[in-house]
């Protein structure tokens, strides 16, 4: 009988790497802590539990990078990308999810599958020697024993930063009378719907006290260890972004370009976006409002949202701290530990941030480690695809010494030669060479 591969994490890498390995033929032992223990961020034990957004997302293959790395993924019968599909929400041209709907739907599809094992426990250091074929799939929450375990073998300090978490609001407590639905720019969903979105009005003076409000609020105090930790630029909390400059957020979350009150025909000074969070459509999240304000001071400020003033809050925002490795020091081409290559690492851990970016690198950490386990050489797939461009970055590509996390993105795929003859043409060229590389790869 072949030997199981053991991966220690049940988020969205891990439960991609499992369902891959499986799917494959590889026996699988997932080990997941969540059930015995809990963590800072998650509110269940599902395996593949949402903590921040419900968003995947552009969904669009043809001119967005996460779009494309969505197709690669469905390609290669990725279990994140079918549950997630299944669970869909109306949420413009992007992918969002019902994420109680999503992390059952996952769940269940592990615990059906005959080759996978679960077993709920704490892996509290490194794994057995015994255990010849790892996976480390932990996530930004890596249980400290492990992460202390992991920094001794590579001598080098995890990286970490802050994630902060979206408020989400019951539908039945929004103003309807001074809020609007529409997409921005009018987009349509899948279904031809430009009204995904709703959209509170803010004018220059109740943008002002807003800015006010979130100035002066009370905020959550840190550890001595997280004093000086930073953020992530793409879950920065919205306070953090009026901290760097009032208008900030007018640039950022709160623009209102692309969208026009029906109520009085022109554009707000600023815009609260709310994106339906669950498939009843009764819970919506406020999207880009990630915040680290204690829980009594959300309500009060949030409240002076206009069309808000009435929220009633399912879940308050919240703050976690999340740890990476550096691995382009740290980790060869496929995923192995330099110092232990008995041990690979997916998901964010590795430093790619995002739940697709996540739940790719554990679909290929799983293809390399079920190569390995049937006496193939791992491939990597070619950096011109979406899948091997975020894989070059975080295990070479990138400066060690200024490494953050990454989502996907056509900056990190290899310039097309020779260059097209104008930039319009860049992202098609790109797109059509990654689906004809993956194409081959597949082949191979």
């Not at 892996?123 to 799939?137: K, R, T």
């Not at 950490?365 to 070619?382: C, K, N, S, T, Y």
Request: aromatic share 6%; proline share 8%.
């Amino acid at each position: 009988m072949t030997s199981p591969i053991h991966i220690i994490g049940g988020g969205l890498a891990g439960s991609e790497a499992a369902w891959q390995a499986a799917r494959a033929g590889v026996p699988v032992i997932l080990h997941e802590m969540r059930g015995p223990h809990g963590t800072d961020a998650h509110h269940t034990d599902q395996l593949a539990e949402l903590v921040c957004s419900n968003s995947f997302r552009s969904d669009d293959p043809d001119n967005n990078a996460v779009g494309l790395i969505h197709q690669e993924m469905r390609a290669l019968g990725s279990l994140i990308m079918r549950e997630a599909d299944k669970a869909r929400v109306p949420a413009g041209s992007a992918l969002a999810v019902d994420r109680d709907q999503f992390a059952a739907g996952v769940t269940a599809a592990i615990e059906a599958e005959p080759l996978i094992s679960i077993r709920r426990e704490m892996i509290a250091g490194l794994p057995p020697a015994e255990w010849d074929n790892v996976i480390i799939a932990t996530g930004p929450l890596t249980a400290t024993p492990l992460a202390e375990a992991i920094r001794d073998l590579t001598g080098q300090d995890s990286l970490a930063f802050f994630d902060a978490i979206a408020p989400v609001i019951h539908r039945d407590s929004i103003d309807m009378d001074i809020c609007w639905a529409q997409s921005r720019w009018d987009r349509p969903n899948e279904n031809g719907d430009t009204q995904d979105y709703l959209n509170c009005p803010l004018d220059k003076d109740q943008y002002n006290a807003f800015v006010d409000a979130m100035l002066a609020a009370e905020k959550a105090d840190f550890k001595d260890w997280e004093a000086n930790t930073p953020y992530f630029d793409g879950c920065m909390p919205i306070e953090v972004m009026v901290e760097r400059g009032r208008n900030t957020p007018r640039f950022g979350p709160m623009k209102p370009v692309g969208l026009t009150n029906p109520r009085t025909g022109r554009r707000a000074w600023a815009v609260v976006q709310l994106r339906q969070d669950n498939a009843l459509g009764t819970l919506w999240n406020m999207v880009g409002f990630q915040t680290k304000m204690k829980h009594a001071e959300q309500v009060r400020v949030f409240r002076m949202i206009p069309g808000l003033e009435r929220a009633e809050f399912a879940r308050l925002g919240g703050l976690h701290r999340n740890t990476f490795i550096k691995s382009p020091v740290l980790l060869d081409p496929v995923l192995r530990l330099k110092a232990d290559p008995r041990l690979r690492f997916a998901g964010q851990i590795t430093g790619c941030e995002g739940y697709v970016e996540s739940a790719a690198i554990g679909l290929v950490a799983a293809r390399f480690a079920v190569a390995e386990r049937q006496g193939r050489e791992p491939v990597p797939p070619p950096p011109t695809t979406a899948l091997g461009a975020l894989l070059s970055h975080i295990t070479g590509g990138a400066d060690a010494k200024s490494f953050q996390p990454m989502n996907i993105n056509f900056g990190l795929f290899p310039p097309l030669l020779p260059p097209p003859s104008s930039k319009d043409q860049r992202k098609p060229a790109l797109v059509a060479r990654a689906r004809t590389d993956l194409a081959l790869w597949m082949a191979a």
